[in-house]
């Protein structure tokens, strides 16, 4: 690949490999149009031989006269791979390597493939086997040393068991996250195990019971970062140090309150009760543990995930939401953004997709790289945003410090957007992180979403 700023990362996923080849081969085609060279339907140069590869997977055409017969080649790629009735079907078994590339005969035949088979009758759908591995070694090693910590404190085994737990909370958000979306990732008849495994695991993780059901999918999809949402960043300049500590600081101390109240405003007062219960409920359970049972191992074993946790959801969902439209800041395109990353997709189940997800809250992760591969049309129209190279949490970073140069660097541009230069890139970022007033909230969304005198 050309012109990518950054050398790919050779842990891609193999969606996020194709997705990437296949924009940088429309910037090919968009800049050579763009330059007068005759090209057929924005197709691929006739006589050019090209191949989008992964680890021996394969696009090819010999001569392709049209770049939409490669599209449709990968998009069937991709399709095949989900699929479990296709002969190149593959299941995720584990974040961190694909299964394809076992390659030893022994593990396959008498661990990797047998695993695999039972772990495809326990969980909802195939692909997901991953989840069950991941519950496997929760339970294996987080739940036991807890239990121990309360038995016999150490302060070694205590900054260890942090420091493991501070590994598991980015793959666990995100299974949860499709547990909430899908309600539940087991196979149905499993279904007791499946609804009370997050009681267990949640307060481990830093995550308070039900919490992450009734914000993210009873509220924040509901308002989709508009002026009413509360975890909305568009009252904020979302590069300044300031506004983000404000941000944190209501959802750190505020949420438990701000959330029943909403769902009453919005006349939902089964909800309110529901989400103000199940807080207030975690938090007695907490204040129990620590005074009566080991005020010691209650905070390194609850209190200081719960406090890492309301920290990182705030960081991420501020990087997914930092880059608003000043034109159509209510359309999903252009008030969230897309990462082909490694941390993002590769170890918690696609959350770089993060507008694909908006546009279908009930899309399963491993549909996302296929469904913006179908829409990207769309997504060039609409301006959207997608970067490579970067997580939510350095995106965040990277804005707090200004560092709009690099943001740009990490650009995948699209559409109209290769034409601009790196600077004009970086001014275009820049201009997308300008918190709306309360008479552009007016403007934009309606005077009943302004907080107007």
Known sequence: MTDLYFKLDQALTVPDRLVLETL???????????????????????????????????????????????????????????????????PTVFASVDTSDIKSPFLRKWMIDPY???????????????????????????????????????????????????????????????????????NKRLGPVDHTFPYILDPLMGHTWNSYFFHHVKHHHIEGNGPNDLSSTVRYQRDDVWHFLQYVGRFYFLVWFDLPRYFIQRKKPGLAIKAGGCEIANYA????????????????????????????????????????????????????ITLVDVPSNRHCYNDGYHTSHHLNPLRHWRDHPMAFLKQKKQ???????????????????????????????????????????????????????????????AEKWGKQYARLS
């Open 116 to 186: 695999t088979r039972w772990g495809r009758r326990i969980v909802r759908v195939d692909t997901d086997v991953v989840m069950l591995t991941h519950l496997i070694i929760y339970f294996a090693t987080s739940v036991p040393s807890a239990i121990y910590l309360f038995y016999s404190f150490r302060w070694w085994h205590g900054l260890l068991h942090l420091a493991m737990q501070g590994y598991y909370m980015g793959p666990y958000t995100l299974l949860m996250h499709q547990h909430i979306h899908m309600r539940g990732v087991l």
């Open 285 to 336: 359970f907490l204040l129990f543990m620590f005074t009566r049972i080991n005020a010691t191992a209650t905070t390194f074993v609850f209190l200081i995930p719960l406090l890492f946790m309301r920290l990182a959801l705030m960081v991420g969902n501020w990087g997914q939401h930092a880059f608003v439209d000043e034109l159509k800041p209510d359309s999903d395109f252009r008030s969230s």
């Open 24 to 90: 940088q081969r429309d910037r090919e085609q968009y800049q050579k149009a763009s330059d007068g060279f005759p090209i057929q339907q924005a197709g691929i140069p006739t006589g050019r031989k090209s191949s989008v590869v992964n680890r021996g997977r394969r696009v090819d055409s010999a001569s392709p006269q049209d770049a939409l017969d490669r599209d449709h080649q990968t998009i069937e790629l991709l399709r095949s791979l989900n699929d479990p009735g296709s002969s190149i079907f593959e």
């Open 379 to 441: 997504y060039a129209d609409e301006h959207a945003l997608v970067f490579y190279n970067i997580d939510y949490f350095m995106l965040t970073i990277t804005l707090l410090t200004k560092n709009y140069m690099h943001l740009a660097r990490c650009l995948v541009p699209m559409g109209e957007q290769t034409e601009m230069t790196m600077e004009e890139r970086a001014e275009m970022l820049r201009s997308k992180t300008k918190r709306f007033t309360e008479e552009d909230i």
